[in-house]
């Protein structure tokens, strides 16, 4: 299986008809990977592929648009008939299974076990599923926040999650084939660095000397296509922005 990134959900901060919150299928070496579970990606994840197939899940930080859909996942794991052969992995920040059970009023983080398996996930984070590995970097953000680099047989696939400007980002992507980046906001406020505007999306994808650059998570003050052209003209190379139920082959 080729390494492919499947496009479930791209708004920002709320999801909008047709358009959920941030979410990808990742798929290669044989594992399939839920990236982020914004507010609608299980809905578009069933599209896609049966959820019991899931080899890990892998959430960047704990922002609703980013996780909210984790308790759609119990639901259907633990109630909906949709429960998977062993309990799936989840690497998310430290404080992703206390939250979720708090959801259900339960102080316990074993509520959850059953269905799903806490892996807190720390900077220089490595792990292997199948033939497909997972780097994660800590990254600039107002919380607790990762991104990801996947590698599939000299295949690099990086995921900047939610990230103002950060030495550590444009490391993750380095040399990498496909560079899911957000563009978030049109301008910096005065003191505040935690998302990219498309200028910075385009900035870091040229350091890091990656072949493609896909941006996302694109907020209210932009459009797609804007955030797009903007990027590019930083960039200077192969540049698009994700759409929903597009797959991005490597």
Do not use: K, N
Not at 134 to 155: F, I
């Amino acid at each position: 299986m080729p390494l492919s990134l499947t496009v479930l959900g791209t708004a920002s901060p709320h999801p909008g008809p047709d358009r959920p919150c941030s979410g990808y299928l990742l798929r290669g070496g044989g594992a399939e990977v839920w990236v982020d579970a914004g507010t609608g990606t299980f809905a578009e994840l069933r599209r896609h592929t049966d959820p019991r197939r899931l080899t890990a899940i892998w959430i960047s930080h704990l922002h609703a648009d980013h996780s909210a859909d984790l308790l759609a996942a119990v639901y259907a794991f633990a109630y909906g008939g949709l429960t998977p052969p062993a309990p799936v992995p989840v690497y998310a920040p430290a404080d992703c299974a206390r939250r979720l059970a708090g959801f259900f009023g339960r102080p316990d983080v074993r509520y959850l076990s059953g269905v799903l398996d806490f892996r807190p996930l720390h900077d220089g984070h490595t792990v292997r599923h199948r033939d497909l590995r997972l780097t994660s970097r800590a990254v600039t953000h107002d919380t607790e926040a990762y991104g990801l680099r996947a590698e599939y047989r000299g295949s690099v696939l990086a995921y900047s999650g939610d990230s103002g400007p950060c030495d550590a980002l444009t490391g993750l992507a380095s040399g990498a084939d496909l560079f899911l980046c957000e563009a978030d906001i049109d301008a910096h406020r005065e003191g505040e660095q935690v998302h990219l505007t498309p200028e910075d999306a385009g900035g870091t994808a040229r350091r890091a000397g990656v072949r493609e650059l896909v941006v996302t998570h694109v907020g209210p003050t932009l459009t797609r296509d804007s955030a797009a052209s903007r990027a590019a003209a930083a960039f200077g190379g192969p540049t698009r922005a994700a759409v929903e139920g597009t797959t991005l082959p490597l």
